[in-house]
């Protein structure tokens, strides 16, 4: 099936060329979302990184089946929200396949189960262990902890949100010392990019999204970027602080991030004592 076939809806206003999008008429969102993925995946293994890099995950590949389920039960129509991170972090995504998928949210909260295999080269100190992983991912729970709190259900949660990382790659140092797509140079960063952007107008587009909730400074900029490139003015990029403890000035995340939704006055679109 040609990856690259033209989409029928076109929207002039955005000013987005065709070559972006599948025939969004023949397939359901969650299949092609799956194919955005997949056609992303092809052009990331092309990459040739540089030291310090040494292993490479790509979650979205060896654990494509979780990340499957998690877009079929979750992702099947437009959502005003996109909630941005940045990529996989080592005990969360790079072991679930599930963005910010923190292993207790995965199970209990999700409760998704699929097939979760192992990267074709494992660093020794960042095995995968899947959903029998006992490491919890401190950014993934602070978001569990939050959003479960204001919206009870994963079913509020998304019903108008799709959780989504901008670079679905993990980058390890030989020790397993994480490498962040902010902290790449020159011509790979560059490609690395452009292929993720690309990939982010095209969910935008077939999501309908309106609101961007960026977590931290790089999902903020890779989205105005994205938007800028694409002369697109009506969707709104919101910045919330990374749930990183290793960000700055960090403590008290959950509180600073529900300040966030209450001064945009998003609080609507999570809870269900308002829910839109």
Same mark, same amino acid.
């Given at each position: *099936?040609?990856?690259?076939r ?9 000013g ?14 969650p299949?092609?979302?799956l194919?955005?993925?997949?056609a992303?995946?092809?052009?990331l /293994?092309?990459?040739?990184?540089d ?13 494509? =089946?979780?990340h ?26 790079v ?5 910010f ?16 295999? &192992?990267p ?6 960042r095995?995968i ?10 950014s ?15 079913? !509020? ?10 670079c ?5 140092? *030989? =020790?397993? /010392? !994480?490498?962040?797509?902010s ?7 560059k ?5 993720? !952007? =690309? ?6 587009? $077939?999501? &309908?999204t ?9 999902? &903020? ?24 403890? /290793? ?7 959950g *509180?600073?991030?529900?300040?966030? $939704?209450e001064?945009? !006055?998003?609080? &609507? ?8």
């Amino acid at each position: *099936e040609d990856l690259e076939r033209n989409s029928k809806i076109t929207d002039q206003s955005l000013g987005l060329s065709n070559k972006y999008f599948y025939n969004q008429n023949l397939e359901d969102i969650p299949t092609i979302l799956l194919k955005y993925a997949t056609a992303l995946n092809d052009k990331l /293994r092309k990459l040739s990184f540089d030291n310090p890099v040494k292993y490479v995950y790509n979650p979205v590949e060896y654990a494509f =089946d979780m990340h499957a389920s998690f877009i079929k039960k979750f992702c099947n129509d437009e959502k005003t929200i996109l909630l941005l991170g940045m990529n996989p972090g080592p005990w969360g995504m790079v072991q679930t396949g599930v963005p910010f998928g923190e292993i207790r949210m995965v199970k209990e909260w999700y409760q998704i189960q699929a097939k979760i295999n &192992k990267p074709a080269i494992e660093c020794p100190v960042r095995k995968i262990m899947g959903l029998d992983c006992h490491k919890s991912e401190v950014s993934g729970k602070r978001l569990y902890e939050l959003f479960k709190r204001i919206s009870d259900t994963p079913e !509020n949660f998304f019903k108008n949100t799709y959780l989504y990382n901008y670079c679905p790659l993990a980058l390890m140092e *030989e =020790d397993g /010392r !994480n490498i962040t797509p902010s902290s790449l140079k020159g011509f790979v960063r560059k490609e690395l990019e452009e292929y993720c !952007n =690309d990939t982010l107008i095209q969910i935008l587009f $077939l999501l &309908k999204t309106k609101i961007i909730i960026a977590l931290g400074v790089y999902a &903020k900029g890779q989205a105005e970027t994205t938007l800028r490139a694409h002369n697109i003015q009506n969707i709104e990029v919101i910045y919330m602080p990374h749930p990183s403890p /290793r960000a700055r000035g960090n403590e008290k995340w959950g *509180e600073k991030a529900q300040k966030v $939704l209450e001064e945009n !006055n998003l609080l &609507k679109y999570f809870s269900p004592k308002h829910i839109v």
